[in-house]
């Protein structure tokens, strides 16, 4: 491939595809569903906001880390275009304080669950056996706690200590 061939996609290039991108209206999921569009596939987006600036995406209002939310996207996806080829679990984060481990509480951990793991499982749970009736699909899950940057307690601070050499004086808060 040539530089400039990198940056061009084929209009083509997902045509027929159905894709569902989570987190779809804004960041890094509202990239992944514009590139899909410029492919040609049909893109459903789902995000709690409707998004901003208007789309040809098709866009379903849900907050997927709720079971209510999650049963009206598959129940939508279902019903109105009769499954899903492609399905991109772009939402999630963390909004635990600093501090590290030991100030996240049982439910810090719990939303943390709802808003990352759930959404994925019970997507899954709904839209996998299509894919598997029709022998193709295609699932990609990405996952950051770094919507908001830099999160200094989590890679700024660790990296100042990474950078030291370890010795008592550097560990002392660890006994």
Excluded: C
């Excluded at 275009?81 to 600093?98: K, L, R, T």
């Amino acid at each position: 491939m040539t530089p400039s061939s990198k940056s061009t996609s084929d209009t083509n290039e997902f045509k027929g595809k159905r894709v569902l991108v989570t987190g779809g209206t804004k960041g890094a999921g509202k990239a992944i569903a514009e590139r899909f569009q410029r492919g040609g596939a049909t893109v459903i987006i789902t995000a709690r906001s409707a998004p901003e600036e208007k789309t040809d995406n098709h866009f379903i209002q849900a907050d997927v880390s709720t079971p209510e939310g999650t049963s009206k996207v598959i129940n939508e996806i279902l019903n109105r275009f009769h499954g899903i080829d492609i399905i991109i679990h772009n939402v999630g984060g963390s909004s635990a304080p600093s501090g590290g481990f030991i100030t996240v509480t049982d439910d810090i951990w719990q939303q943390n669950i709802n808003e990352n793991l759930f959404p994925a499982v019970r997507l899954d749970r709904g839209l996998l056996p299509s894919m598997i009736e029709r022998g193709s699909g295609v699932i990609i899950h990405i996952s950051s706690i770094q919507r908001t940057l830099p999160l200094y307690d989590s890679t700024l601070d660790h990296t100042e200590v990474n950078r030291k050499p370890l010795d008592e004086s550097s560990v002392n808060g660890f006994k």
